[in-house]
Nanobody
Framework: QVQVVDSGGGLVQAGGSLRLSCAAS????????MGWFRQAPGKEREFVAR????????YYADSVKGRFTISRDNAKNTVSLQMNSLKPEDTAVYYCNAVIGERPRYDSWGQGTQVTVSS
């Protein structure tokens, strides 16, 4: 199983940028597609982006397409999410997890990282 530590969140004004990082443990990290999810207050956790195990294929939720970019470094066991042109509606706790399609592979989650976008 892959265990993760999410980081990089913060407070930013609308239009700004943040880069999130996910440090994963486990020798099988590079075998799994990885993804980012987010959960806003009072809402269910939702899919944001995913990347294939080699990093050659990516997929995004419509709400972030063109603004967010997911990447990975299998040598360092990390997955990143570059977020540009942030909007107040991007405010949420962001989590990474191994994925199967647009769903999390594991029921367990890291601590997440808070992203707050002010208008």
């Amino acid at each position: 199983q892959v265990q993760v530590v999410d980081s990089g969140g913060g407070l930013v004004q609308a239009g700004g940028s943040l880069r999130l990082s996910c440090a994963a443990s486990g020798r099988t990290f590079s075998s799994y597609a990885m993804g980012w999810f987010r959960q806003a207050p009072g809402k269910e956790r939702e899919f944001v982006a995913r990347i294939s195990w080699r990093g050659g294929s990516t997929y995004y939720a419509d709400s972030v397409k063109g603004r967010f970019t997911i990447s990975r470094d299998n040598a360092k066991n990390t997955v990143s999410l570059q977020m540009n042109s942030l909007k107040p509606e991007d405010t949420a706790v962001y989590y990474c997890n191994a994925v199967i399609g647009e769903r999390p592979r594991y029921d367990s989650w890291g601590q997440g990282t808070q992203v707050t976008v002010s208008s």
